[in-house]
């Protein structure tokens, strides 16, 4: 049952006594709605346009989008090396501190190629490679998502990628510019190629290679609903991380939470986007109640404060009120949510039965704050309920696997019969022979 009290509340959504056999949890917490079809007409449109015409199509596009007239989408170096020395000391700092420990998690993600011997002169390999050339997307939008950079660029870095290539949409605060914070880590990072291009528009000049920018083989980063409609168009001719939507966040708690901490964590991710969601899971009413009053206290105090009400207030975000934490577990991993907190007794405990989350919070002093700055871990996680198939942003997303294959002429004769058979059981009869004529010219047996 949903109640919503005033428009500026966050809304209840009460699952306690549910038939847990028959419940759908997914369906029961809401989300924001994210309509990536209604959008595939006007992002196809784009996706053309740059296609067809190029550089022209990306600074008109970048005109009508972004109100700024780019002559030059590539930023030049040296505006880079600006950004850098002109950086805030202590903005730097925690840049550094940040890419230190993200490098430290990269390098144990590395994977080793894994070689098999199938018996004497029979090795299959494994091999790990790196993508050759990716592009990288970074917002720009309500907020400079400087972290954004970090967390697409260490692991490509970390898993061995040759070519990197970063976007993020003009702004005309800066003559047409990236945001020089984006720029200075750029620097920060070694990343010199960096175009001032934003939107879908950004997506179809990295799969198609338009202008300055030569065509990339992956590209990975958040972005608003056109940005992610473009990878879902372009997909196949560029490979994509995912089409991740708005933020979420879900804790799980109990009576032993800090309602003022679950109310703060509850805001900042409010803060991203009217869309984001926000919710909290728990069998404590006296909880819920505690919440709810300490956001009202912390809402009124924040800068954003009509964006993060937008989205505390909005469908997607709510309190759910369950019988115990056994349905509370039951809820959270049917919601999948990209960011999950746990904050209850034993929380490890909890957090270890987790299925379903892109990204775990353990305990009171793990905020999802600190995993989109300096936990170490990766910002870049799946939305809309995706946890529950795909993994966050890693190494593991800038390697292929290729399978390399090493027989001896011995090795290939000991497998030959059964070659030959399965290959005639499919009607395939010249794949056998190409083992046959290997045989010395006898046939198979």
């Not at 998690?105 to 894994?114: K, M, Q, S, V, Y």
């Not at 050759?132 to 954004?148: E, N």
């Not at 070659?419 to 046939?443: M, N, Q, Y």
Request: hydrophobic content about 45%.
């Amino acid at each position: 049952m949903i109640s919503t009290g005033s428009i500026q509340r966050i809304q209840r959504i009460d699952l306690r006594g549910a038939d847990r056999a028959t419940v759908d949890y997914r369906a029961a917490v809401p989300r924001a709605d994210f309509d990536v079809e209604a959008a595939v007409p006007a992002v196809h449109a784009i996706c053309e346009d740059v296609r067809t015409r190029g550089l022209e199509a990306i600074r008109e596009l970048s005109e009508r989008f972004d109100g700024v007239a780019v002559d030059d989408i590539r930023v030049a170096p040296e505006a880079l090396r600006s950004a850098l020395e002109r950086l805030d000391p202590d903005i730097r700092a925690g840049l550094e501190e940040s890419i230190r420990r993200l490098r430290a998690t990269c390098a144990n993600e590395l994977e080793r190629d894994a070689v098999t011997d199938l018996g004497p002169g029979a090795r299959v390999t494994h091999r790990k490679v790196p993508v050759g050339r990716v592009g990288l997307y970074v917002p720009g939008g309500l907020a400079p998502l400087v972290s954004s950079v970090l967390m697409n660029v260490v692991p490509a870095q970390t898993a061995g990628v040759e070519s990197i290539a970063l976007a993020s949409p003009p702004q005309k605060e800066f003559g047409g510019s990236v945001h020089p914070t984006i720029l200075a880590a750029c620097a920060l990072l070694g990343v010199d190629e960096v175009y001032a291009v934003g939107g879908a528009q950004a997506i179809a000049m990295f799969a198609y290679g338009t202008g300055p920018c030569a065509k990339v083989d992956l590209v990975t980063g958040p972005g608003n609903i056109y940005t992610v409609t473009a990878k879902r168009i372009l997909k196949g001719l560029v490979g994509i991380d995912s089409e991740a939507g708005p933020t979420e966040i879900a804790v799980l708690a109990d009576d032993s939470a800090d309602p003022a901490y679950v109310a703060a964590d509850l805001i900042s991710q409010a803060e991203h986007d009217p869309l984001a969601a926000s919710v909290l899971v728990t069998p404590s009413e006296a909880l819920a109640a505690a919440v709810e009053t300490a956001l009202e206290e912390q809402v009124a105090a924040t800068k954003h404060v009509e964006r993060i009400r937008t989205s505390l207030s909005g469908p997607q975000s709510g309190i759910v009120l369950v019988d115990d934490l056994e349905q509370g577990l039951e809820v959270v991993n049917a919601y999948a949510a990209e960011h999950l907190e746990i904050q209850t007794e034993d929380a490890a405990g909890w957090a270890a039965r987790v299925r379903n989350a892109g990204a775990i919070f353990v305990g009171p002093y793990a905020p999802v704050s600190l995993g989109d700055y300096c936990a170490g871990s990766n910002h870049v996680l799946p939305t809309g309920g995706c946890a529950c198939h795909s993994s966050g942003l890693s190494v593991r997303a800038f390697t292929k696997s290729v399978h390399v294959v090493d027989y001896s002429r011995e090795a290939l004769a000991a497998v030959a019969g059964h070659v030959v058979t399965l290959a005639e059981a499919e009607d395939l009869p010249g794949h056998g022979a190409a083992v046959k004529v290997r045989s010395a010219g006898e046939p198979a047996e």
